[in-house]
C-alpha cells in the first residue's frame, strides 16, 4: 500500500495540519474528490481561494491536502498570467487587452445520476472580470473512467479571445514517466512508440483540423516510475473526444513534475467568444490501473466504451462484405448483385456498397469528380439503392452505403451552384486532397444541405441498414467566407461541433443505420465521434501481417466491437492467416467471391460460420488480454475472456521463422478447469498442440501456457479454452 501510495503520482505540499477541519480560526476550505472504485482525483482549495490538486491516482489513497497556499505549479486550472510561470490550461485576451487571467473558487456540487455516475461542477470566476470557467467531471465508478471538460463564458462588454483552453490539465509527481502515444500516417497507422520524458516540453499533436488522426491518434499510456508493463505497474491511459486538432503539452519542471496540459489544438483557433455564451471544450477521459499496467487501462476503456463510448456497445457487429477492394469505382448494377450471391454463400449478413454509386452530370467513376452530388448514378444502377436493397434482402443480406457528406469535387453540381461553401481562404491558390474540398459546416446553408443529403439518401430507402461515414481530406486552408475577419479562427472549432450536429441527426433520426466512421482509414477515430458510431475502419492497409500491429495498437483505447477487421488479399498472405486475424475484430471480409478460389471460399466460409456460431459475444464483449507483443517478438498473442470466465479465445500469429516462449494464458478462474481444443483448422487437418482436447485447470494454464502450434511464418492459431461442463 505505501508503494501504491507513492506511484499515486501525489503532489506533496508543505502541510500546515493533517486536517483543514481541524483549523477552526479559519474558514473552511473545500476539498473535492472525484472518485470511482478504484481512481481518485482530489482538488483542493489553498487560502489564497485558488483551486489546486491535490492527488490523482488510487482512489484508497487518502490523499494529503494542502494547508496554506500551495506552489502555483500544482494550480488545477492553471491561467495565463499573475504569477502563473508554468504551461498554462488557460489564455484569454480581455475586452480591454489585458492578457492575465487568476481563477478563484467559488463553489461546486456534485450530483449522482441513477446510473450512479457522479457528476462534479466547480465553479471559478476571475478575480476581477466577470469570467466564469466551470470544471465538470464525470466518474464511471465501475469502468474506473473520469470524463473532464470545460465551460467557459463571461459577460465582459464585449467578445474576448480564449487563446488556449485545455480540457485537463493533472499535475503528476513520480520519479519518471513513460509516454506512449499512436502514431503513423495513411496504411500505417497506430503503431505504438514508447519514450521517457525529460525536463521541457513534449508536444504530441495535429494541426489537420479535419481527418486529423491521420498521423497520430488522440489517446495515450502514461507509466508511472518505469516503462509501461503488459500487466503490471502503475499506468495512466487518456483519450481526448475530438475529431479536430488535439495538443497534449507533457511538461516536466525543474522539479521533476509533469503537468499535462490536454485538450483542443490551440494553433490556429483563438476562439472569440460573446458574452453570455458557452465554450465548451471537448471531454478528456482518463484512466488509472495502479498495477494492471496496459491491460488494466485498456479494459477499463473497453468497458466504458461499450456501456457509455460506442452506439449499442454490446449489440453484435454483423458480418460485413465490402466492395471496395473487390472492384473500386467499377461496378454496376448486375455487378453488384452477383456480389450478394456470394456474400450470402460466405454467410454474409451484411453488404456495403462503397464509393461510386453517384453522381450523373459528374459521375462518380474515379476519385476527381461526383463528391456532393448525392443522387444515384443512373447509368451504373438504373433501378436505385432500393432496387439493390430488396435484391440483398431476398437473398437474406442487409444493405448499407458509402457516404462522404461533408466534402465536394469541383467538378460537382454543388460546387457549380456554390462555389462559396467550401473552406479555403483569398488570394490562394486552392489546394485539393483526393481532388476534393471541404464543406464549410460553421455556414447554416451547409449544415441545412447536409442534413438533406442524409435524409434523402435514408428516408426513401428504409431498405439502407448500414452507413460507412467517410472524410477523405485534411484542412491546408482555414478560412470561411461566412464567418466575419476577426472570426476566422472560430472555424475549426465551431465546424467540429457542427459536424456532431450532423452526426447526432443522423444517429437519432435513423437509429435502425449502423454506421461505421471512416477517414481514409482511421483519420477519426475519437470518442468524440465514436458516440454516433458502431465503430470505425481502422486502415485501408489489409495486409493482415499489418493489421496485427494496427489492430494490437488501437485496441490499447477501443474495444473489439469497434475495430472493423475484413479478410482481404492484401499482401497475397495464406487465407487462414487473414481469417483468423480478421476474426479478432468486427469481422467483415473485402471480397469479389467469384475470384475466390475453391479453398480460400472454404476457408472464408468455415471462419464466418465460427465467427457467428461461438465466437462473435467473446471477442466483441469478451477482456482482451494482450499476451505476447508484436513489437518484442515477431509473434504476436491476444485472447478475450468471457465476464464469467468460463470461455476464452487466443489468437497466435506467427510472424517470423523462430520458435518463441509459450503463450501463457491470462484473466482465467485458477480453479475452473478448461478444455483446450485447437479451432479454426483446416478441414482434415490434425492440431499441433500439445495439449489439444485435454482437460487443463485455469491455474496450471496461465503458469505453464503451451507452446503456440505453429511451424513458420505467417501461420495462426486459434484455441477455444471452454469450462468443463459449460457450453
Ligand atoms: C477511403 C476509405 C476506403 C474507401 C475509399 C472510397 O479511402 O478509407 O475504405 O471507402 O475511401 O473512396
Redesign the pocket.
Known amino acids: 500500500m505505501r508503494r501504491l501510495f507513492s506511484l499515486a503520482a501525489v503532489i506533496d505540499f508543505a502541510l500546515l495540519a493533517a486536517s483543514l477541519t481541524a483549523v477552526s480560526a479559519q474558514p473552511v476550505r473545500p476539498v473535492i474528490t472525484i472518485k470511482t472504485e478504484h481512481v481518485g482525483m482530489t482538488l483542493a482549495v489553498g487560502a489564497d481561494g485558488r483551486l489546486y490538486q491535490a492527488g490523482f491516482g488510487p482512489a484508497e489513497s487518502s490523499f494529503r491536502v494542502p494547508g496554506g497556499s500551495p506552489a502555483r505549479e500544482v494550480e488545477a486550472y492553471p491561467p495565463y498570467g499573475n504569477g502563473q510561470i508554468t504551461e498554462p490550461s488557460l489564455k484569454v485576451i480581455h475586452t480591454d487587452g489585458n492578457t492575465s487571467t487568476d481563477l478563484l473558487y467559488v463553489s461546486h456540487r456534485a450530483v449522482e445520476s441513477e446510473e450512479g455516475r457522479v457528476e462534479t461542477r466547480i465553479e471559478l470566476r476571475d478575480g476581477h472580470y466577470p469570467l466564469r470557467v466551470t470544471l465538470c467531471f464525470r466518474a464511471y465508478s465501475s469502468e474506473d473512467v473520469i470524463e473532464q471538460w470545460i465551460e467557459i463564458q463571461h459577460q465582459e462588454e464585449k467578445p474576448i479571445v480564449l487563446e488556449r483552453f485545455g480540457s485537463s490539465s493533472p499535475v503528476f509527481q513520480a520519479s519518471g514517466y513513460w509516454l506512449t502515444q499512436l502514431e503513423g500516417n495513411y496504411m500505417r497507422e497506430a503503431h505504438l512508440v514508447e519514450e521517457r520524458l525529460t525536463p521541457g516540453i513534449k508536444v504530441l499533436d495535429s494541426k489537420l483540423g479535419i481527418r486529423a488522426h491521420q498521423m497520430r491518434n488522440p489517446s495515450f499510456i502514461l507509466a508511472i516510475d518505469e516503462p509501461a508493463r503488459e500487466e503490471s505497474g502503475a499506468v495512466f491511459g487518456a483519450s481526448l473526444a475530438w475529431s479536430g486538432s488535439f495538443q497534449f503539452a507533457f511538461d516536466v519542471d525543474w522539479n521533476n513534475r509533469l503537468r499535462a496540459v490536454c485538450g483542443i489544438n490551440p494553433l490556429g483557433a483563438s476562439y472569440r467568444l460573446d458574452p453570455r455564451t458557452v465554450f465548451h471544450t471537448p471531454s478528456m477521459l482518463w484512466t488509472f490501473s495502479s498495477q494492471g499496467g496496459k491491460g488494466g487501462v485498456t479494459r477499463n476503456f473497453h468497458s466504458w466504451a461499450r456501456k457509455y463510448g460506442i452506439r449499442d456497445g454490446s449489440a453484435p457487429r454483423p458480418i460485413l462484405l465490402n466492395n471496395?477492394e473487390a472492384t473500386y469505382f467499377d461496378f454496376d448494377e448486375a455487378k453488384i448483385v452477383s456480389l450478394f450471391d456470394g456474400a450470402r454463400d460466405l454467410g454474409i449478413e451484411l453488404f456495403l456498397l462503397?464509393?461510386g454509386w453517384f453522381g450523373n452530370k459528374h459521375p462518380r467513376d474515379n476519385?476527381r469528380a461526383g463528391l456532393g452530388d448525392w443522387q444515384v448514378n443512373e447509368k451504373k444502377l438504373p433501378r436505385g439503392l432500393g432496387y439493390l436493397a430488396a435484391e440483398a434482402e431476398k437473398r437474406g443480406i442487409r444493405f448499407g452505403i458509402?457516404i462522404e457528406p461533408e466534402m465536394v469535387n469541383p467538378a460537382s453540381e454543388l460546387f457549380e451552384k456554390h462555389p462559396d461553401w467550401v473552406i479555403t481562404q483569398a488570394h490562394r491558390e486552392p489546394l485539393y486532397g483526393r481532388n476534393q474540398m471541404i464543406l464549410d459546416l460553421t455556414r447554416p446553408e451547409v449544415q441545412t444541405h447536409v442534413r438533406k443529403v442524409i435524409d434523402d439518401t435514408f428516408g426513401p430507402n428504409p431498405g439502407i441498414r448500414y452507413t460507412?461515414w467517410?472524410c477523405?481530406r485534411y484542412v491546408t486552408q482555414p478560412g470561411s467566407s461566412y464567418l466575419s475577419p476577426e472570426r476566422q479562427e472560430n472555424l475549426l472549432v465551431d465546424y467540429q461541433w457542427a459536424l456532431y450536429d450532423a452526426m447526432k441527426y443522423m444517429a437519432e433520426r435513423y437509429p435502425g443505420v449502423i454506421s461505421m466512421v471512416?477517414?481514409?482509414?482511421s483519420g477519426r477515430v475519437d470518442y468524440g465521434a465514436l458516440k454516433y458510431f458502431h465503430g470505425f475502419?481502422p486502415s485501408?492497409n489489409t495486409d493482415p501481417v499489418q493489421r496485427v500491429f494496427i489492430q494490437w495498437g488501437f485496441s490499447h483505447f477501443f474495444p473489439a466491437a469497434a475495430i472493423s477487421a475484413h479478410v482481404t488479399d492484401m499482401g497475397r498472405r495464406p487465407a487462414k492467416f487473414a481469417v483468423d486475424v480478421a476474426l479478432s475484430g468486427a469481422f467483415g471480409i473485402d471480397r469479389d467471391v467469384s475470384k475466390m478460389s475453391a479453398e480460400e471460399k472454404k476457408t472464408v466460409i468455415a471462419g464466418a460460420r465460427l465467427y457467428k456460431e461461438r465466437l462473435r459475444p467473446l471477442v466483441l464483449g469478451g477482456d482482451l488480454y494482450r499476451l505476447q507483443s508484436p513489437y518484442e517478438r515477431p509473434q504476436a498473442a491476444l485472447s478475450y475472456v468471457s465476464p464469467d470466465r468460463t470461455r476464452a479465445v487466443v489468437f497466435i500469429y506467427r510472424l517470423g521463422e523462430e520458435a518463441f516462449p509459450p503463450v501463457k494464458p491470462r484473466g482465467l478462474d485458477p480453479a475452473k478447469k478448461y478444455r483446450v481444443r485447437e479451432i479454426n483448422l483446416p478441414e482434415g487437418a490434425r492440431s499441433r498442440l500439445s495439449i489439444n482436447d485435454q482437460v487443463v485447470d485455469g491455474a496450471t494454464l496461465m503458469e505453464h501456457g503451451f507452446a503456440a502450434p505453429l511451424r513458420r511464418a505467417v501461420e495462426s492459431a486459434v484455441i477455444e479454452l471452454t469450462e468443463e461442463g459449460a457450453q
Open positions: 471496395w462503397d464509393d476519385d458509402w460507412k467517410d477523405n471512416c477517414s481514409g482509414g475502419w485501408d
